[in-house]
Structure formats: structure tokens, C-alpha cells
Nanobody
Framework: QVQLAESGGGLVEAGGSLRLSCVVS????????MGWYRQAPGKQRELVAGITTGGNTNYADSVKDRFTISRDNAKNTVYLEMNSLKPEDTALYYC????????????WGQGTQVTVSS
């Protein structure tokens, strides 16, 4: 059973920083495309950042140059470093592990809340 556990969320003032962590158990981060998504109240879940098995990264335009996704295969953990936070970054942040080739999988964590005050 693959499980993803996010941590690191909290309340921070605008301009501040947070580092989210996603620890994967029961599966290998190195075999998955890992992503951080977020969902604000009344809005659809959106991709914030992703990192492939080869280490290629992609970001939503709204977070480029502020957020950095990274992966530590030895610790089976994915991180999201968030800097220069804005009130519009407030959301529930989810970690996702996805593999589109056999064996396929798609797993989600429970989410960690990030609240940015103005």
C-alpha cells in the first residue's frame, strides 16, 4: 500500500517562506512523476509543480521563480520550497505520485494547509 504524507504547511505572512515535504512509503519516488497540487476554496485543484523520474521540472506560471520542487530518492521524499509567498498562494497543498507506464499508479496524500496573510 503506497501512502503519501505531506507536512510543512502553516500560517505565514506575505513575503515569507515555507518548505513542504512529502514522504512516500510503500513505493519508490524514483519510479514516479511527482507533483504538488493545490486547491483553494471554491476553485479547482491545479498543478503547482512537477518533477519527472529524469529530474525535469515544470511549474505553474503563477509560481515560477518563487517555488522550487526537488526530490531526494534516498529519503523517498519530495519537497516544495516556497518563497515570496502571496495571499493568493493560500490553499490546501497535495502531493501526487504518478506513473503512466506499466505498472501504472496514481496516489495522493491528504494535503497540508498553507495560509498566507496579507
Amino acid at each position: 500500500q503506497v501512502q503519501l504524507a505531506e507536512s510543512g504547511g502553516g500560517l505565514v505572512e506575505a513575503g515569507g517562506s515555507l518548505r513542504l515535504s512529502c514522504v512516500v512509503s510503500g513505493g519508490k519516488v524514483s519510479l514516479s512523476t511527482m507533483g504538488w497540487y493545490r486547491q483553494a476554496p471554491g476553485k479547482q485543484r491545479e498543478l503547482v509543480a512537477g518533477i519527472t523520474t529524469g529530474g525535469n521540472t515544470n511549474y505553474a506560471d503563477s509560481v515560477k521563480d518563487r517555488f522550487t520542487i526537488s526530490r531526494d530518492n534516498a529519503k523517498n521524499t519530495v519537497y516544495l520550497e516556497m518563497n515570496s509567498l502571496k495571499p493568493e498562494d493560500t490553499a490546501l497543498y497535495y502531493c501526487n505520485a504518478h506513473r503512466s507506464s506499466f505498472p501504472r499508479w496514481d496516489f495522493w496524500g491528504q494535503g497540508t494547509q498553507v495560509t498566507v496573510s496579507s
